[in-house]
């Protein structure tokens, strides 16, 4: 039996393949005559260039938009729309159009959440399929159209027209084949591999099914003390790889700090980033500055928190109230009440956009002890 490493390696080379075709053969489009235009000189040609960039963003937006649709389907809560250098984020019940910084979501990122716990594995099994399902109707939409309609392309406008059609034709089927193969790269799980695991059953469905169980916990308003800890455990000691079991470290971390086991909370924290390899890149900020925060509030070692603290900067996925904490929890250790102050009063008035609702309720505990400790030193 193949390991899990080597099966994500041989299909994500399948899917390089794929992709390295499609791009070949789109340079072709570009540079070449496969769809005419040897009338237009190269440099009129070089529209193209924005043409496929464009065609590429939509061609995408159209995929996670699927996934949208899906979970809204299945009456999960819209959180986040990321698509190249645009967010559409949901804060405090609006929803906000911001400029995305981190280039690790640029290939697209859909959040949606569940508020019950109804019979997730289908219901994730859904929204993961919506993305494909979108790729390939809009890239069907646009193979009839370019086989029953002809354009006139010795015009500069149809001949842009055409192209820009059989681009986002291509890249439509191109993006629901590569992301329907089962695979997990870069932290991602790809959408075959997440409908694969949650409905097969066995090990890898029983830890998916864990933790978005913990999650939809979490995010209906539940603090982190107050969920179960032994599925979350029973699942984490499965004889079974899986690039999810990180999560389900982080998850007891939370658990036990709430609870106030510091001592479990530690370790489990350090067993979260010993799996930072499979966290996406856009996040791993998240566990440095939980670690920082653990070390400057629990542990007293400002050093060690300050080192963790400064490694990654945190991007426009991580919250700003995290943020806030960690600075909070630094300033007092130096002795900069007043600081400390500022720093908490402003988390604590950033805690309403956190996505983790139950989160929110245990943090906005632990930052008014925090506010309690500083006006006994002021």
Known sequence: MKSPKLKNRILGFMGGIIIGATVAYLVLVVFGDVKGGSEFPWHTKLLLFPVVAIALWITISIHELGHVFAGLSQKFEFRLLSVGPVIVEKELGKLKLKRNTNFNTFGGVALCLPTDQQNLNKRFAIFAFGGPLASLIFGGFFSIFLIFIQLDT????????????????????????????????????????????????GPSAQIESTLLNAIAQATSGIRPSLINPDPILIALNLPYESPLKPYLSGLLYNHYQDAGELEKASWHLDQYLEGAQYIPKGYIASLYLEKAWFEARHKKNLSLAKEYFSREKAGVMIPKSQVLRVEAAIAMGEGNYSLAVKKINEAIKELPKLIDKGAAVAEKEWLEAMLEDCKVEL
Not at 154 to 175: A, D
Not at 181 to 197: A, K, V, Y
């Open 154 to 201: 010795t015009l500069l406008r149809f001949y842009l027209l055409e192209s820009f059609i059989l681009i986002s034709c291509i890249l439509s089927f191109c993006i629901a084949l590569v992301t329907l193969i089962p695979m997990h790269s870069e932290g991602f799980t790809s959408d075959g591999g997440r409908i694969l695991n949650l409905l097969k059953g």
